[in-house]
Every structure is written in C-alpha cells, then in structure tokens.
C-alpha cells in the first residue's frame, strides 16, 4: 500500500466487491456459518484498518479524523456483533422489526446497504489513489476529485450508521444486563426462601 498504488488499489476493490458477493453466494449454497459471518466482520474491519493507517501516512494533518474513523469503526461493530451473538441472534444483520427504524432499513434493504458500503469503500479508496495520481480529467476536473466529493457525504452517514450500531447496541446489551440481574436475584430470593 505505500508505494505499489496500482496493485493495491486493485486488491482492495476487489476484496470488497467479493466481500458484497460472499454472503450472498453462502447463503445460495446454504453454506452460512458463525465463522464465515464473525471472518467477514473481522475482515472488513482489518482491510479498512490498514488503508486508514497509510491514510494516516500520507495526510499526517488529518491523521486524528482517520484514527477517529477507525475508533468508531472497530468499536462500534465489535459491541454491536457481540451483543446480537448475545442476544442469540444467527446473525448481526437480523434486525427485529422493533428495533432501531434506520438499522432496519440499513440491514433489510440490500441496495442501500450495499451503496451505503461502496460509497465508504469509494471514499477511502479515492483518497488512497489521489495521493499518487489525479487520475483523468472530465471538463478540467479530477475524476478522482469528482469521486471523492461525491463519496464523502456517504463515508460520513456513515459513519453515523457505525455511530447507531454502538448506541443500539449498549441499549440492547443494558437489557441483556438488566435481566441477567433480574433473574440473579430472583434465584438468589427463591434460595433465600427455601432456607
């Protein structure tokens, strides 16, 4: 990633453009596991990771947006996998028509997830490449620069939408919290009794 532009770019979009694929073609073969599902999680986190990392690098002045990004990326999905493993969800996409309104739409709605992601991809993505090339011009305009622009809206919905993921998750994992205490104590008052 810090000098090969070419071949990493064309590594990391075709990591996620397999990553969009994956769980599609898993669940078409009924081939779904709690592996595959905690390795895909694991491995977004870990490619966006480094591409922030060399981002961090090659932008030193915003270093501190792209190690918040990646902060609120990892915690924000570590809490919200584990907490829907927890609650003995099959997956952490499985949103309960009660919960949260916009993760319902983020999750059930494969179109929006799947531009939700691509634009966060784009945006990092583009930012990478800009470091090395301003790519072809359109009207006297950077294509990349165009990208970029046009990407940058939807990396910082999104992560609001990481931002979400944290917060629906706390509240469900305080519930989960609540009622392990409720029946501690209800077994701790039925042994009480029965002395």
């Known amino acids: 990633m810090p000098t090969n ?8 979009v075709i990591s996620a453009l397999l990553d969009a694929v994956d769980g ?9 596991t709690k592996f595959g599902g905690m390795l895909d999680q694991l491995t977004d986190r870990v490619g966006t990771m480094c591409l922030l990392v060399n981002l961090s690098m090659f932008y030193p002045a915003y270093a501190f947006w792209f190690q918040l990004s990646m902060a609120i990326d990892i ?3 570590w809490i919200y996998l584990h907490t829907s493993i927890l609650q003995g969800k099959a997956s952490h996409k499985f949103i309960d028509m009660s919960e949260n309104p916009i993760m319902n ?3 059930t709605n494969r179109l929006v997830l ?17 470091h090395f090339t301003e790519g072809p011009m359109i009207l006297g305009l950077s294509l990349f620069k165009i990208m ?4 940058a809206p939807v990396a910082i919905v999104k992560s609001c939408i990481s931002i979400l993921h944290g917060y629906v998750a706390a509240i469900n994992l305080s519930i989960i919290d609540v009622k392990e205490r ?14």
Do not use: D, P
């Not at 532009?5 to 990391?12: D, G, H, K």
């Not at 599609?24 to 779904?32: C, D, G, I, L, M």
């Open 182 to 195: 409720q029946g501690l104590q209800k077994q701790n008052n039925s042994e009480f009794r029965f002395f």
């Open 148 to 151: 970029l622009f046009i990407s």
């Open 105 to 107: 739409i983020y999750y």
């Open 5 to 12: 532009y070419v071949i990493a770019i064309w590594c990391y």
């Open 114 to 130: 799947f531009f939700m992601c691509a634009g966060n991809e784009a945006f990092y993505a583009t930012l990478y490449v800009l």
């Open 75 to 77: 915690a924000c999905h």
């Open 24 to 32: 599609h073609a898993a669940r078409y073969f009924n081939q779904s």
